[in-house]
């Protein structure tokens, strides 16, 4: 994520109603590259907790190929989008 928040062609992208219109990082709001950043982790952290008792009703080889499926379907909601909002959506899941 690090090498996306520097590059001007995302940021003028992803940023441009926070700031970022001129492909710099120097104008954006802190807070929104904290979102960007920080939703991953809090959904790691939930599907951490989640997947101990997830794991032992489903067996785990099903949900081992499940949790892929779910990550690849993330990966690519996040490679396609075209607005902010969608791409954080992307990152939670």
């Known amino acids: 994520?690090?090498?996306l928040l520097v590059n001007p062609v995302f940021i003028s992208k992803?940023?441009?109603d926070?700031?970022?219109a001129a492909g710099t990082a120097t104008s954006i709001d802190l807070s929104i590259t904290g979102i960007a950043v920080s939703c991953l982790q809090l959904?790691?952290?939930l599907g951490a907790l989640i997947t101990g008792g997830l794991?032992?009703?489903i067996w785990r080889k099903k949900y081992v190929h499940v949790v892929g499926f779910?990550?690849?379907l993330s990966a690519f909601f996040q490679m396609f989008t075209t607005r902010f909002a969608t791409f954080i959506a992307g990152r939670t899941i």
Do not use: H, R
């Open 1 to 3: 994520m690090s090498g």
């Open 14 to 16: 992803f940023f441009k």
């Open 18 to 20: 926070y700031g970022g």
């Open 43 to 45: 959904s790691t952290t």
């Open 55 to 57: 794991g032992d009703i």
């Open 70 to 72: 779910i990550y690849f």
